[in-house]
């Protein structure tokens, strides 16, 4: 800054006003541009942690994911909150940790030096935790995941409303006997899509069959395993916990000489883009909003969009139809 002055032939004082902006103080229109071209020249930037911690305001938010490189949705989240962080003046800080909960703590503990307006506290997958207490020292709010104790804001996908949305989608095309594939692994995803496609069947007037519901491990080979079971079961048509599981279903009925959708139209979940675009026929399927959610989050925390009383925002999981259901 005295380099500035030194150059545009004012005091200090007069280029901390007009780099600052400072309102109500006169600085004439010379002097003004003598200013802005030195530093322009020189390339001055402020420091902004130094104005951060004078002001006792951040434009900086914090996000902490436990994996991004290494999963094919945590990117998106961290695309949607930092297109939206910029959105309304901010820059994102983002921090991977992979599950090292040593670098986790060293990760907050940075943001927090830097004084930053909150932290985003992100998983890969929905699930409940027990947020680490340095979130308490600042404003936070989950992301993809919630707080057991129901003490801070989360930001999640509506499991209940996609899963209804994945029925509804063979519903409409006039599917009646429709099974349900589902993981075996306990998470609001299991529970939230069991529920969303009972609902979907009751409001339709069709009784729940359970033996039309089955657990598999979450992934092709639990899709594989099921294929007799969806042939013998007379099963129309099938809503599959996720994509993965789809993909497995379609190599199993393949091999049993049946077709997609000839035989047994399909429906998956998280619309992971590798998988269900790539698929022949495509894979009709509903989508996990990671862009939505990690954007969803910045607005709860910046106090933009309200999280309601039960302290869970909930995002809705659009369906994406494609090629794999058939009107019957």
Not at 26 to 45: M, S, W
Not at 244 to 256: H, I, P, S, W
């Amino acid at each position: 800054m005295k380099q500035v002055a030194q150059e545009a032939g004012v005091s200090v004082t007069t280029v901390s006003h007009v780099v600052n902006d400072k309102q109500g103080v006169r600085i004439g229109t010379e002097a003004r541009r003598r200013v802005l071209d030195a530093v322009e020249r020189l390339g001055y930037r402020p420091n902004v942690l130094a104005k951060t911690l004078v002001k006792g305001g951040s434009p900086f938010i914090g996000l902490v994911a436990d994996s991004i490189a290494s999963t094919p949705f945590a990117g998106q989240i961290v695309h949607g909150a930092q297109e939206e962080a910029w959105r309304h003046g901010h820059i994102l800080l983002v921090a991977n940790t992979e599950n090292n909960a040593e670098a986790e703590n060293r990760a907050m503990s940075m943001m927090l030096q830097y004084n930053v307006r909150g932290i985003l506290y992100s998983r890969w997958y929905h699930r409940g935790v027990v947020p680490p207490e340095a979130l308490d020292e600042t404003e936070s709010v989950l992301v993809n995941c919630y707080d057991e104790a129901g003490h801070l804001p989360s930001v999640v996908p509506d499991e209940f409303e996609g899963g209804r949305a994945a029925a509804q989608m063979l519903l409409t095309q006039g599917h009646r006997r429709i099974a349900f594939i589902n993981t075996m692994i306990d998470s609001p995803a299991r529970i939230g899509r069991l529920a969303g496609y009972r609902a979907a069947l009751e409001a339709a007037g069709i009784r729940v069959d359970p033996a039309l519901v089955w657990d598999v491990q979450p992934d092709q080979e639990g899709g594989f395993d099921a294929g007799s079971r969806v042939l013998a079961s007379g099963a129309t048509g099938v809503c599959c916990h996720n994509d993965r599981v789809a993909m497995g279903l379609y190599d199993a009925l393949r091999d049993r000489g049946a077709t997609v959708p000839d035989d047994v139209s399909v429906v998956g979940f998280d619309n992971q883009e590798v998988i269900a675009a790539h698929l022949h026929p495509p894979l009709s399927t509903v989508s996990l909003p990671h862009y939505e959610l990690g954007a969803a989050g910045v607005r709860a925390l910046l106090g933009v969009e309200e999280v309601p009383g039960h302290n869970q925002l909930k995002i809705s999981c659009p369906p994406v139809a494609r090629a794999s259901v058939l009107t019957i």
